[in-house]
Nanobody, 112 residues
Framework: QVQLVESGGGLVQAGGSLRLSCAAS????????MGWYRQAPGKQRELVAS???????NYADSVKGRFTISRDNAKNTVYLQMNSLKPEDTAVYYC??????WGKGTLVTVSS
């Protein structure tokens, strides 16, 4: 059974940083494509960042240069380092694994 558990969300002021974590079980983050999505109130869920087994990470234009996706295969965990946060980054952030599995999300709120 695949489980993805996000953590690290919270309230931060604009310009601040947060690091989200996605602890995976039942799936190897080093083998499958992993990604972070977000959904703001009243908006559709959108891709924030993703990374496959090989190749460069992929980022939404709105977060390029501010967010970094990474993984620790030994801990079977994927991270999203978010710097220079903006109020428009406020959303529930979801971890996605192998394009099929989802975590329950973690709320990020950026105050102006």
């Amino acid at each position: 059974q695949v489980q993805l558990v996000e953590s690290g969300g919270g309230l931060v002021q604009a310009g601040g940083s947060l690091r989200l974590s996605c602890a995976a079980s039942g799936i190897s983050v080093g083998i499958y494509a992993m990604g972070w999505y977000r959904q703001a109130p009243g908006k559709q869920r959108e891709l924030v960042a993703s990374m496959g087994r090989y190749g460069s990470p992929n980022y939404a234009d709105s977060v390029k240069g501010r967010f970094t996706i990474s993984r620790d295969n030994a801990k079977n965990t994927v991270y999203l380092q978010m710097n220079s946060l903006k109020p428009e980054d406020t959303a529930v952030y979801y971890c996605n694994g192998a394009e099929n599995y989802w975590g329950k999300g973690t709320l990020v709120t950026v105050s102006s």
